[in-house]
DNA sequence: GTCCATGTTCTTTA
DNA sequence: CTAAAGAACATGGA
């Protein structure tokens, strides 16, 4: 479900909702989506507040008071949802926090994931994760071309690899690459300069568009009050197979690449990909 | 029963 | 060293 849309929206409702509000009892369900060292979330969280949430990447990054944040990846299916303490929690909720009381009911933040792909992570103060590559939104076009520039991997692949660049996933690599008219296959290095900025501004310009439509809910992901993305039914290429390019009509493909579906119009997108697998064996 | 799924990480192979 | 391919993780829907 999430990507950095996504990851910006779950952000920017929990941000009215929980900052500054102080976390009372937590109960971790499942100890295994516990990352890293730091093995006691209650020793770390309980009577603290909550301070700025933000997102790095597809991580959601909830700082506490007194220093050290609470990092939360969504993974597939990963829902955090504030919710009133007394409904029930739906199935395959793994953390749930009551919070302090604001003026109405009691509340819950609530971590929902069946898949169990998602993780938390207590990250002590002054952490950073070297291997994240830059964040897309903030790069200069420039800085955007030299980030690709030194692989020859197919496009598709490079986007999707975290150390080079940070938040996009399956859905909006291939939309990007469909409005910046990019065969997937393309190698990176066979990009030209043109190339390469029209494809820096197209993720850009659709991750901006999904944000100010609250991200793509197809079919596990939901904002932090429970509400759904409306950017899906906006996609051009992402699970349109043999549909109509919006563009020229020609059905859309689907080729497996990096382990994953890939959708793409043939004649908008034909960037003749000169890979020649086995002429070099 | 089959295939597929918004993600990451590890192993194997070249 | 790069990198591609596959598997693994786990659950549910079509």
């Not at 689907?254 to 043939?266: D, E, M, N, Y």
Request: glycine share 8%; net charge positive; hydrophobic share 35%.
């Amino acid at each position: 479900m999430p990507e950095l849309p996504e990851v910006e929206t779950v952000v920017r409702t929990l941000q009215s909702r929980l900052a500054g509000r102080t976390l009372l009892r937590v109960h971790l369900s499942r100890s295994d989506i516990l990352k890293g060292t730091h093995r006691d979330l209650s020793a770390v969280l309980i009577a603290r507040q909550v301070g700025s949430i933000s997102r790095r990447a597809k991580f959601i990054l909830i700082d506490i008071s007194g220093g050290g944040t609470l990092a939360i990846h969504l993974g597939m299916t990963g829902r955090l949802t504030i919710e009133p303490a007394t409904s029930e929690p739906r199935p395959h909720t793994h953390l749930q926090i009551d919070l302090s009381t604001a003026a109405n009911s009691a509340e819950q933040l609530r971590f929902c994931d069946p898949r169990r792909f998602g993780r938390l992570e207590w990250l002590p103060a002054g952490h950073n994760d070297a291997r994240l590559g830059p964040e897309p939104l903030t790069l200069a076009p420039r800085q955007f071309a030299a980030c690709l520039a030194t692989t020859r991997r197919p496009i598709k692949s490079a986007l999707l690899d975290q150390r080079l660049i940070a938040g996009l996933g399956n859905i909006y690599v291939d939309e990007s690459l469909h409005a910046a008219g990019i065969n997937p296959l393309t190698r990176t290095c066979d990009l030209s300069p043109q190339q390469l900025h029209r494809l820096g501004a197209a993720i850009k310009r659709i991750l901006l568009r999904a944000i100010a439509a609250g991200g793509s809910s197809i079919r596990d992901y939901v904002d932090a009050a429970g509400v759904d993305g409306r950017f899906q039914s906006r996609h051009r290429v992402y699970a349109r197979t043999g549909h109509p390019c919006h563009r020229c009509h020609t059905p859309i493909a689907r080729i497996t690449l990096a382990g994953r579906s890939t959708h793409f119009c043939p004649i908008c997108q034909s960037s003749a990909p000169t890979r020649t697998r086995s002429a070099d064996s």
